[in-house]
């Protein structure tokens, strides 16, 4: 009796092995279906790649502000849209283009730019008998340019593997068409307008103090 207990005792965890070897058989997964899934997967990673690797993220971050006093009035704008047209490529000794190394980009940005005086230099003196004013103008200054906001349009943005325009130069490029709006503002006539437009403005002022009164004017040194 005693040996058939121990014999059953020590086929117990041979059946119990076997068990654990068979329930290990059914959970395995087949070789194809393993490749199936992750072979899904991949695909569908690079689905949503696809989908979203356009999206860009940013963050605004306040560094630093202030307030200023302003005195100058701004007695004349001038408002114009400029075209943008770049290229970059590699030369070789800085003469010869290699070729499928060129990297083009034109687009148009509007620009404004704004000039006046600053009233708090105006300078006057009455004669004698009051009956006329000499005003003094302060020389007439661009008083801001900037690219208007929201109006920047791209027309061509074709870039070669081999040349890259960075972040920087895009930045410079639209820096560079800001200062092209100031100097096709001067050369229209925009500081004489500005100061013509400052005199009526002062004039009218004037006059509904003392309608008969005569003006004189004259720059300051």
Same mark, same amino acid.
């Given at each position: ?5 121990? #014999? @059953?005792?020590?086929?117990? !965890? =041979?059946?119990? $092995?076997? &068990?654990?070897?068979?329930? #290990? @058989?059914?959970?395995?997964? !087949? =070789?194809?279906? $393993?490749? &199936? ?185």
């Amino acid at each position: 009796m005693a040996d058939l207990e121990e #014999k @059953k005792v020590i086929e117990e !965890p =041979k059946k119990a $092995k076997k &068990t654990k070897k068979k329930a #290990k @058989k059914e959970v395995r997964i !087949p =070789k194809f279906l $393993k490749e &199936t899934l992750i072979t899904i997967i991949v695909l569908a990673l690079i689905f949503v790649g696809i989908m979203y690797s356009e999206k860009l993220t940013h963050r605004e971050t306040l560094l630093n502000f202030g307030f200023k006093d302003v005195g100058e009035l701004v007695t004349q704008e001038w408002y114009g849209r400029i075209l943008e047209d770049s290229t970059k490529d590699r030369k070789i000794f800085n003469k010869v283009s290699i070729p499928f190394t060129t990297s083009r980009i034109i687009f148009s940005l509007d620009v404004e730019v704004q000039a006046g005086i600053d009233f708090r230099e105006i300078e006057y003196e009455f004669s004698e008998d009051y009956k006329t004013v000499t005003i003094s103008l302060p020389e007439t200054k661009i008083y801001k340019y900037y690219q208007v906001p929201n109006t920047f349009k791209s027309y061509l943005d074709d870039e070669s593997w081999f040349t890259n325009i960075d972040s920087k130069e895009r930045h410079e490029l639209e820096d560079l068409v800001v200062e092209k709006g100031k100097e096709e503002a001067i050369e229209t006539g925009l500081i004489k307008k500005a100061t013509d437009n400052a005199k009526v403005l002062i004039e009218q002022m004037i006059r509904a103090k003392n309608k008969d009164i005569k003006i004189e004017w004259k720059e300051k040194e």
